[in-house]
């Protein structure tokens, strides 16, 4: 005779819910689930968009995933093979829209209710939800928490009510959109926008309004607010943070590093020989230290030349424990000064003053607070009983409650579950949970690694001590690759071998590939295999190509140019009466919006206009400075262009702008191409990356040739020459770039 279905409610259609129902469904055959979510949106994907247009919740839909889409992902769908490396979060949010159509087609999905009570109902419970059409009252056998750790913005009414005086308008970072929204159409009454927070959404926030300045102030088109060079962006932090780009390197010595995705360095897992040990918790000075040196070697800068503020470099600072942050620009807007930092905290707001514990912050025009989330309304609906066994402290925001193995379940209240109930869940640790879960609860033999792993569990005494810790780590759950190992034992789910073919080349440190984890590694049952194997396939076909070709180099060069350089260039000439010189000033790169206009070639009788998404970035690029000829006399000159990044085709071009409207785009000048570095000692090529361009300009052709070269993740210095001939020129241009 068939057993009977355990009933299971999921609070949260979320990655962690959706992910919890599709474990519960289809674990096992001998003790089936029937699962029904609820959700109080009225759409899937939680905290993730669904469309460009949906910027309603928390995540603004364009923000992109500091997590390349080999850590963001479920082992069993593969993401669509066009998606970039780093998907925006609409395209994170149509993921788990497919996810939810392939698994969950069984499942009981109820939107537009929240949760509103739970009652334990014998060994079971009651369940109130309410809705348009009033209350309701369900009872299940099991509850899963999976509504997310981002509760409430965490905004204090003091300093919103102080602001309020001289209408300076306050927002938390999860809702900020744009200048227009923040500041709106008309004159503003101050230039300062301060954004308050400096771990990993203060970067953030911080770095997406410095951008959206910069463009406001170098658009062709009208600005999104009125009078943009008067603004900056006024940063208040409390202590400096690391902060990474998309795109790191394995190899950071070279001058010609290859580049891959930050986290298949971070999680490169022959960097850590087995048994893996919990690398977050309590940092004691040793580690602090040795982390602190890990990070400066990836980024080749202890930060100070951005900014003293976010220099790491005396040994007090880095005796604390590290904190770290993701961004494209943020380091190079402070080097060019549109974000100033400030450390200290922020006591109040005495209309467009900000009153700070380091001193005042005059003429405010708003302020965005990066400052988190209380998770425990999260947990309002549990009654009073079951919180206080959870040992709940809304105090003590980074861990609310104490939960027994990595954040699962309590074993006082064992038919509560909890899945991505902490502080930036990794996708992979979601899904082990889940099956966690799945197991604990099933009827069926469980491994001995099972039951060792509960009885010898720690986590929440763990959790109780780290409170207090004041060397508590900025992620106090755990280490990402430790937290997989251990659910690996506990479930008797090994890691699958890495794919061997084609074989990825060696890193010098350690004379091993990159052994890479990620979610797809770990295969609980044949439903999904094939999409895993593309996952897996996919992941590898990445790191050798990030290694044997310059794939992501153009995004990383890209990427560096922002801000200002010092440029030297020399012409010689070899036609009479064009004399030769040499050119002394600065070069511009100014970060703004992509522009639609795009021709192919000025004399193209039949040009194609492209779409500005073509483009993921755009730079206006303004040269100034002197040009002494051989004679000694001396010119003011100046040249503008526009560099454009294809993420869609990984490379940079060069454009050339409106002879009567410098700051809007004409026609194509050149794409610029790279190529790897070759001979016998190209891992010791102390040159930088070559890359060469050509064009023709009606009989003149321009060769070009590129020379980049890197300390570690940032351009050091980089040349550009050109070789111009054609009937009435012969000349070479030969210009160097330092900061």
């Known amino acids: 005779m068939p057993e009977m279905s355990k009933t299971v409610c999921i609070i949260g259609a979320g990655p962690s819910g959706l992910v919890a129902a599709k474990t519960l469904l289809h674990a096992s055959a001998h003790a089936p689930f029937r699962v029904t979510i609820f959700d109080?949106?009225?759409?899937?994907?939680?905290?993730?968009?669904?469309?460009?247009?949906?910027?309603?919740?928390?995540?603004?839909?364009?923000?992109?995933?500091?997590?390349?889409?080999?850590?963001?992902?479920?082992?069993?769908?593969?993401?669509?093979?066009?998606?970039?490396?780093?998907?925006?979060?609409?395209?994170?949010?149509?993921?788990?829209?497919?996810?939810?159509?392939?698994?969950?087609?069984?499942?009981?999905?109820?939107?537009?209710?929240?949760?509103?009570r739970t009652e334990k109902a014998g060994a079971g419970w009651d369940v109130t939800v309410s809705g348009d059409t009033?209350?309701?009252?369900?009872?299940?056998?099991?509850?899963?928490?999976?509504?997310?750790?981002?509760?409430?913005?965490?905004?204090?009414?003091?300093?919103?009510?102080?602001?309020?005086?001289?209408?300076?308008?306050?927002?938390?970072?999860?809702?900020?959109?744009?200048?227009?929204?923040?500041?709106?159409?008309?004159?503003?009454?101050?230039?300062?926008?301060?954004?308050v927070g400096g771990q990993m959404s203060g970067v953030e926030i911080a770095a997406t309004i410095a951008a959206q300045v910069s463009s406001a102030r170098h658009t062709p088109d009208a600005p999104a607010v009125s009078d943009p060079e008067s603004l900056n962006v006024h940063h208040l932090i409390q202590r400096p943070v690391w902060v990474f780009p998309l795109y790191t390197s394995p190899k950071a010595n070279l001058k010609a590093p290859p580049f891959l995705p930050l986290d298949i360095s971070s999680y490169n897992l022959s960097n850590r020989p087995p048994p893996l040990s919990d690398k977050q918790g309590h940092i004691s000075e040793e580690a602090a230290q040795t982390s602190h040196n890990v990070?400066?070697?990836?980024?080749?800068?202890?930060?100070?030349?951005?900014?003293?503020?976010?220099?790491?470099?005396?040994?007090?600072?880095?005796?604390?424990?590290?904190?770290?942050?993701?961004?494209?620009?943020?380091?190079?807007?402070?080097?060019?000064?549109?974000?100033?930092?400030?450390?200290?905290?922020?006591?109040?707001?005495?209309?467009?003053?900000?009153?700070?514990?380091?001193?005042?912050?005059?003429?405010?025009?708003?302020?965005?607070?990066?400052?988190?989330?209380?998770?425990?309304?999260?947990?309002?609906?549990?009654?009073?009983?079951?919180?206080?066994?959870?040992?709940?402290?809304?105090?003590?925001?980074?861990?609310?409650?104490?939960?027994?193995?990595?954040?699962?379940?309590?074993?006082?209240?064992?038919?509560?579950?909890?899945?991505?109930?902490?502080?930036?869940?990794?996708?992979?640790?979601?899904?082990?949970?889940a099956r966690f879960l799945a197991m604990l609860w099933s009827d069926a033999d469980k491994p001995a690694n099972f039951s060792t792993a509960l009885d010898h569990d720690g986590s929440i005494e763990r959790t109780l001590r780290l409170r207090t810790d004041e060397r508590r780590s900025q992620f106090p759950m755990g280490d990402y690759a430790f937290i997989m190992s251990e659910f690996s034992t506990a479930l008797d789910l090994p890691i699958s071998p890495a794919l061997q073919a084609p074989p990825l080349p060696p890193l010098p440190h350690n004379g091993k590939p990159i052994d890479f984890l990620c979610p797809a590694r770990y295969i609980s049952s044949p439903h999904g295999s094939e999409d895993a194997?593309?996952?897996?396939?996919?992941?590898?076909?990445?790191?050798?190509?990030?290694?044997?070709?310059?794939?992501?180099?153009?995004?990383?060069?890209?990427?560096?140019?922002?801000?200002?350089?010092?440029?030297?260039?020399?012409?010689?000439?070899?036609?009479?009466?064009?004399?030769?010189?040499?050119?002394?000033?600065?070069?511009?790169?100014?970060?703004?919006?992509?522009?639609?206009?795009?021709?192919?070639?000025?004399?193209?009788?039949?040009?194609?206009?492209?779409?500005?998404?073509?483009?993921?970035?755009?730079?206006?690029?303004?040269?100034?400075?002197?040009?002494?000829?051989?004679?000694?006399?001396?010119?003011?000159?100046?040249?503008?262009?526009?560099?454009?990044?294809?993420?869609?085709?990984?490379?940079?071009?060069?454009?050339?702008?409106?002879?009567?409207?410098?700051?809007?785009?004409?026609?194509?000048?050149?794409?610029?191409?790279?190529?790897?570095?070759?001979?016998e000692d190209a891992e010791e090529d102390v040159r930088g990356w070559e890359a060469r361009a050509g064009h023709l300009c009606v009989k003149d052709y321009y060769n070009v040739k590129y020379r980049f070269t890197f300390r570690a993740v940032n351009l050091e210095r980089w040349t550009v020459e050109y070789a111009v001939k054609g009937p009435a020129k012969d000349y070479t241009l030969v210009g160097e770039y330092r900061r």
């Open 40 to 116: 109080s949106q009225r759409r899937i994907g939680g905290l993730w968009p669904t469309s460009p247009s949906d910027s309603g919740g928390h995540i603004h839909p364009l923000m992109v995933a500091n997590q390349s889409r080999h850590t963001v992902q479920f082992s069993d769908l593969a993401w669509e093979p066009d998606t970039p490396q780093f998907p925006k979060a609409w395209q994170v949010g149509q993921y788990l829209e497919r996810y939810t159509r392939r698994w969950l087609s069984n499942a009981e999905i109820v939107l537009g209710k929240k949760v509103v």
């Open 134 to 195: 009033g209350e309701e009252r369900r009872s299940f056998d099991y509850l899963v928490l999976a509504s997310g750790f981002f509760g409430q913005p965490v905004v204090r009414e003091a300093i919103a009510q102080g602001a309020k005086a001289m209408d300076v308008p306050v927002v938390h970072s999860s809702g900020y959109r744009d200048l227009r929204s923040l500041l709106g159409d008309g004159p503003k009454k101050g230039k300062k926008i301060l954004v």
């Open 295 to 433: 990070f400066q070697g990836i980024l080749g800068t202890n930060q100070s030349e951005y900014s003293s503020l976010l220099g790491l470099a005396n040994d007090e600072d880095r005796k604390k424990q590290p904190f770290m942050a993701v961004s494209e620009h943020y380091s190079d807007f402070v080097r060019d000064g549109l974000i100033n930092v400030q450390k200290g905290k922020l006591e109040s707001m005495d209309g467009s003053t900000a009153h700070t514990t380091s001193g005042t912050v005059e003429d405010v025009a708003a302020v965005v607070l990066a400052t988190g989330f209380d998770a425990s309304p999260r947990l309002s609906f549990l009654p009073p009983d079951v919180l206080s066994a959870l040992h709940h402290d809304p105090s003590h925001l980074d861990l609310p409650i104490a939960l027994a193995f990595h954040g699962t379940h309590h074993p006082d209240v064992p038919n509560l579950g909890f899945v991505g109930f902490y502080r930036s869940p990794y996708w992979g640790i979601m899904e082990m949970q």
């Open 533 to 679: 194997a593309r996952l897996l396939a996919s992941a590898h076909e990445t790191i050798h190509k990030g290694l044997t070709t310059p794939l992501f180099v153009a995004r990383a060069v890209f990427r560096s140019l922002l801000g200002t350089w010092r440029l030297e260039r020399d012409l010689l000439s070899r036609s009479p009466g064009f004399p030769s010189g040499h050119f002394s000033g600065t070069a511009r790169f100014l970060l703004r919006e992509p522009t639609r206009e795009a021709r192919m070639c000025v004399s193209d009788p039949e040009y194609a206009r492209l779409r500005s998404e073509e483009w993921m970035e755009e730079y206006l690029y303004v040269e100034d400075g002197t040009l002494t000829t051989e004679s000694g006399q001396s010119f003011q000159a100046t040249r503008r262009y526009v560099w454009r990044y294809s993420e869609r085709d990984d490379e940079i071009s060069v454009w050339f702008v409106k002879p009567r409207d410098q700051k809007r785009v004409d026609y194509l000048f050149h794409r610029v191409e790279f190529a790897m570095p070759d001979g």
